[in-house]
Nanobody, 122 residues
Framework: QVQLVESGGGLVQPGESLRLFCAAS????????MGWYRQAPGKQRELVAD???????NYADSVKGRFTISRDAARNTVYLQMNSLKPEDTAVYYC????????????????WGQGTQVTVSS
């Protein structure tokens, strides 16, 4: 059993910053990728940023230069520093992990956090 626990969402004004935090716990053998998705009302869930094993970072074009993803591999945590927030960043942000829970190639699964609301409004 694996759990993803998120925190850090909230209500901010345009131009302000927030930092999201996600910790994975449970039966984790290794993590293939870990990151953040978001879903705004009436829209599909989209990738915001993730870190792939080996350290490659991926960002949505809409957040490049404003958001920074980082990780603490020893603690199975990821952080998302969000600067210069815009109203269009308003969404529920979900932590996602693609991980191995055993040593077999079959022991792979994807997990989601419960979501944290980010609202950017004046």
């Amino acid at each position: 059993q694996v759990q993803l626990v998120e925190s850090g969402g909230g209500l901010v004004q345009p131009g302000e910053s927030l930092r999201l935090f996600c910790a994975a716990s449970g039966s984790i053998f290794s993590i293939n990728a870990m990151g953040w998705y978001r879903q705004a009302p009436g829209k599909q869930r989209e990738l915001v940023a993730d870190i792939v094993s080996g350290g490659r970072l991926n960002y949505a074009d809409s957040v490049k230069g404003r958001f920074t993803i980082s990780r603490d591999a020893a603690r199975n945590t990821v952080y998302l520093q969000m600067n210069s927030l815009k109203p269009e960043d308003t969404a529920v942000y979900y932590c996602n992990a693609d991980l191995m829970y055993g040593s077999s190639w079959k022991d792979r699964s994807e997990y989601w956090g419960q979501g944290t609301q980010v609202t950017v409004s004046s």
